[in-house]
């Protein structure tokens, strides 16, 4: 694959699943490693397998607050959406709000569908793929995308 350009001042919101389920913790870890390539992800932590050991000294106010500044700084939202959760979806509403260029990425799976909420709303970049291969060059094409004032 060809080099990423690199956005300098480019901030990144990723959004995963935390207390819906922590399954996917090292998928997410590897999708941020790849987005960094484009510029700062403000939510580096979701991809730490052990957040909410790290988050219990967090009251939810101040998880909130924190999560709240760090959308409204963020020039993209990436959320990876195969695992539902309620913050997740809370946290497109806000992007969407917001009207911060916003991109799902769901994993096809057997028995798995993307709830129509997301799927339907117009507003969202969703993108689909398979395995990993296919996650790091949706992220390069999304990327590229979102470079060429694509996404809005």
């Given at each position: 694959?060809?080099?990423?350009?690199?956005?300098?001042?480019?901030?990144?919101?990723f959004a995963g699943a935390i207390r819906g389920g922590?399954?996917?913790?090292?998928?997410?870890?590897?999708?941020?490693?790849?987005?960094?390539q484009y510029g700062r992800i403000l939510t580096e932590h979701v991809g730490n397998e052990d957040l909410l050991?790290?988050?219990?000294?967090?009251?939810?106010?101040?998880?909130?607050?924190?999560?709240?500044r760090w959308i409204a700084e963020a020039d993209l939202v990436v959320a990876?959406?195969?695992?539902p959760s309620l913050g997740v979806g809370y946290?497109?509403?806000v992007?969407?709000?917001?009207?911060?260029?916003t991109v799902?990425?769901?994993?096809?799976?057997?028995?798995?569908?993307?709830?129509?909420?997301?799927?339907?709303?117009?507003?969202f970049h969703v993108?689909?793929?398979?395995?990993?291969?296919?996650?790091?060059s949706t992220i390069v094409r999304l990327m590229q995308d979102f470079q060429k004032n694509l996404l809005c």
């Open positions: 694959m060809s080099k990423p350009s690199r956005q300098a001042e480019l901030n990144i919101y922590r399954d996917d913790a090292e998928l997410y870890a590897t999708l941020i490693q790849w987005l960094k050991q790290e988050e219990q000294f967090l009251s939810e106010k101040e998880i909130f607050a924190r999560d709240m990876e959406v195969t695992t946290e497109l509403a992007a969407e709000t917001l009207r911060i260029p799902c990425l769901f994993r096809e799976k057997k028995g798995s569908m993307l709830s129509a909420m997301i799927q339907g709303n117009p507003f993108r689909s793929y398979r395995n990993r291969d296919e996650a790091e």
